[in-house]
């Protein structure tokens, strides 16, 4: 991916409230009602990955995404349900994210960059990418594992946990989704 970064000391340890105050102290901002609305969400994200330990990220096995021999009516009737994700359970704690939208110059890219600036030490690693770089890259990487592994492997799982290994946090700037395709792959890799 375009920029994987290790986590930094942190900007200010209380998160981004704090560090929005010292720059509206400091003239870099002008204080704002509806960022400081924003900026709470921001926060209280903040405090959830401060106290989140995420889990080692899965790799699944190229065997395990290559298709299974359709089963018939009765052996499905007698299988033990469904199967398991190929890259494991999600963790019940695992904060979720947030979506920030509004107008051309409102402070989005400033407020994200704000919380990507000041995320916990317990963050170790974190990526800043605009979104349709992060699909081009997605979409090479899918384009590699066919090339290697062939067509009818279900390569989305395998990437999903190449992107979760380089990123505990996963900030998108400029997010568009107007591809049908990219929409499905996201679908699959959010849940």
Not at 10 to 19: F, K, L, Q
Not at 29 to 40: A, F
Not at 77 to 102: E, Q
Not at 125 to 139: A, E, L
Request: aromatic share 6%; charged share 25%.
């Amino acid at each position: 991916m375009a920029t994987v970064v290790d986590a930094d000391p942190i900007v200010h340890d209380g998160g981004p409230i704090p560090e929005y105050d010292r720059r509206v102290e400091v003239g870099k901002l002008r204080n704002d009602e509806h960022q400081r609305g924003i900026i709470q969400n921001l926060q209280n994200l903040h405090g959830e990955l401060r106290n989140y330990n995420a889990p080692p990220v899965k790799h699944p096995s190229i065997e395990s995404l290559k298709p299974t021999p359709k089963k018939s009516v009765f052996s499905s009737l007698f299988s033990k349900g469904p199967s398991k994700p190929a890259i494991g359970d999600i963790p019940n704690n695992l904060p979720r994210g947030l979506y920030l939208y509004g107008d051309v110059g409102c402070g989005k890219t400033m407020l994200m960059d704000l919380f990507y600036e000041t995320l916990p030490g317990s963050v170790k690693t974190k990526t800043r990418i605009h979104f349709n770089n992060f699909m081009q890259d997605v979409h090479k990487r899918l384009h590699r594992i066919k090339m290697e592994h062939g067509n009818d492997i279900d390569a989305v799982p395998y990437i999903t946990a190449e992107i979760a290994q380089q990123g505990n946090v996963l900030c998108f700037d400029e997010f568009q989704c107007t591809d049908v395709a990219d929409a499905m792959i996201l679908r699959r890799q959010a849940s």
